[in-house]
Nanobody
Framework: QVRLVEYGGGLVQAGGSLRLACAAS????????MGWYRKAPGKQRELVAL???????NYADSVKGRFTISGDNAKGTVYLQMNSLKPEDTAVYYC???????????WGQGTQVTVSS
């Protein structure tokens, strides 16, 4: 089992910045990808950014150039630096970790990010 805990959500004005952090605990040995998803009211959950143990990163087109994912999968940490925030970035952000051995996605409890115009 893997437990994920997120930190760092909050309220910020448009154009501002926030940094999200996620810490994994438990059986993290086989985690080879960690990332962030978000779900806005009335919308489906979407990928924001993903980082693999092979140092590959993927970003949603809507956040490229504004958000940066970093961290260390081996240590079970992942961060999301969010700059130039827009009201449309308002959502609950979820940390995600993928265990390759058991082929299971683990999720955090979510942290609210609200961007005011």
């Amino acid at each position: 089992q893997v437990r994920l805990v997120e930190y760092g959500g909050g309220l910020v004005q448009a154009g501002g910045s926030l940094r999200l952090a996620c810490a994994a605990s438990g059986s993290i040995f086989n985690i080879n990808a960690m990332g962030w998803y978000r779900k806005a009211p009335g919308k489906q959950r979407e990928l924001v950014a993903l980082a693999t143990s092979g140092s590959t990163t993927n970003y949603a087109d809507s956040v490229k150039g504004r958000f940066t994912i970093s961290g260390d999968n081996a240590k079970g940490t992942v961060y999301l630096q969010m700059n130039s925030l827009k009201p449309e970035d308002t959502a609950v952000y979820y940390c995600n970790a993928f265990d390759t051995r058991v082929q299971i996605n683990y999720w955090g409890q979510g942290t609210q990010v609200t961007v005011s115009s």
